[in-house]
């Protein structure tokens, strides 16, 4: 699951993948805006989007969940 991290609310711009969408570690997922500056929030692992949890517009804060991952196995 991706977090935001930072103690200063943020509203989301756009996220930067789909559900379904595989990702990498450290991919760009979301951008938040924070502060009058655009941040956009890595993957913290590998895997499969499986849920996004916030909508573009959306006031969040610390701790708020924004999307789900599912890791993928190696192969």
């Not at 756009?14 to 890595?42: A, I, N």
């Not at 913290?44 to 993928?72: C, F, M, N, R, Y």
């Amino acid at each position: 699951m991706l977090y935001t991290r930072s103690d200063d609310p943020g509203i989301v711009r756009r996220f930067l993948v789909q559900v379904g969408s595989r990702v990498r570690l450290d991919q760009p997922l979301v951008e938040l805006e924070m502060l009058k500056s655009t941040l956009e929030l890595p993957s913290p692992e590998e895997g499969v989007v499986t849920d996004l949890l916030a909508i573009v517009g959306q006031s969040v804060g610390h701790g708020d969940p924004l999307l789900t991952l599912e890791s993928v196995p190696e192969t």
